[in-house]
């Protein structure tokens, strides 16, 4: 069984560390993203595997900084109220798996910089405010799931059957 040390940075939100790198952060409170990125340890970022921030009520925006986490294996920042647009800087999480950002107030495209995540196997970007047409380069392309898009009024294409008007581009870089 491996070593468990546990540090609390809020009364709500713990690291859990298992000496294998592992950080868990679940619990509903009313913290914000800012004070969850100060409170985590700036030396040994590299070795987080797991960043679980469900279910917290955040409210700010999503932030870039998130990508320095470059071992990040899964990120889930679902059922929170997280505003505006997803950062193009996630895709600098190379390693990372699965990505979880539904159930938020996310607004605009999914950044056309996700094409690079090619370890990419599980994403969730369903029940937010997303518009533009649905990556299909890289491994984006095996994002075919209609459920992982639902509740985006402003999708569009064949992954969940909606046909896109030939003048939408796609998102910016």
């Given at each position: 069984?491996?070593?468990?040390?546990?540090v609390?940075?809020f009364?709500h939100?713990?690291?859990?560390?298992?000496?294998?790198?592992?950080?868990?952060?679940?619990?509903?409170?009313?913290?914000?993203?800012?004070?969850?990125?100060?409170?985590?340890?700036s030396?040994?970022?590299?070795?987080?595997?797991?960043?679980?921030?469900?279910?917290?009520?955040?409210?700010n925006?999503?932030?870039?900084?998130?990508?320095?986490?470059?071992a990040?294996?899964m990120?889930n920042?679902?059922?929170?109220?997280?505003p505006g647009?997803?950062?193009?800087?996630?895709?600098?999480l190379?390693?990372?798996?699965?990505?979880?950002?539904?159930?938020?107030?996310?607004?605009?495209?999914?950044?056309?910089?996700?094409?690079k995540?090619?370890?990419?196997?599980t994403?969730?970007?369903s029940?937010?405010?997303?518009?533009?047409?649905?990556?299909?380069?890289?491994?984006?392309?095996?994002?075919?799931d209609?459920?992982i898009?639902?509740?985006?009024?402003?999708?569009?294409?064949?992954q969940?059957?909606?046909?896109?008007?030939?003048d939408?581009?796609?998102?910016?870089?």
């Amino acid at each position: 069984m491996p070593t468990q040390q546990r540090v609390c940075y809020f009364p709500h939100i713990c690291i859990l560390n298992f000496m294998e790198p592992l950080i868990s952060f679940n619990q509903t409170s009313n913290s914000e993203l800012e004070e969850v990125e100060a409170s985590l340890p700036s030396n040994n970022l590299e070795m987080f595997f797991l960043l679980d921030l469900s279910n917290n009520q955040l409210s700010n925006e999503i932030l870039a900084s998130l990508s320095t986490l470059k071992a990040l294996k899964m990120l889930n920042l679902s059922y929170n109220k997280l505003p505006g647009k997803i950062p193009a800087s996630l895709s600098d999480l190379q390693n990372i798996e699965g990505l979880d950002l539904s159930h938020n107030k996310l607004s605009g495209p999914i950044p056309i910089a996700f094409t690079k995540l090619q370890q990419l196997t599980t994403l969730d970007v369903s029940n937010n405010q997303l518009t533009s047409r649905i990556l299909t380069r890289g491994q984006m392309n095996t994002m075919a799931d209609a459920n992982i898009y639902a509740n985006n009024s402003w999708l569009c294409g064949f992954q969940i059957r909606v046909s896109c008007h030939e003048d939408l581009p796609l998102a910016p870089c």
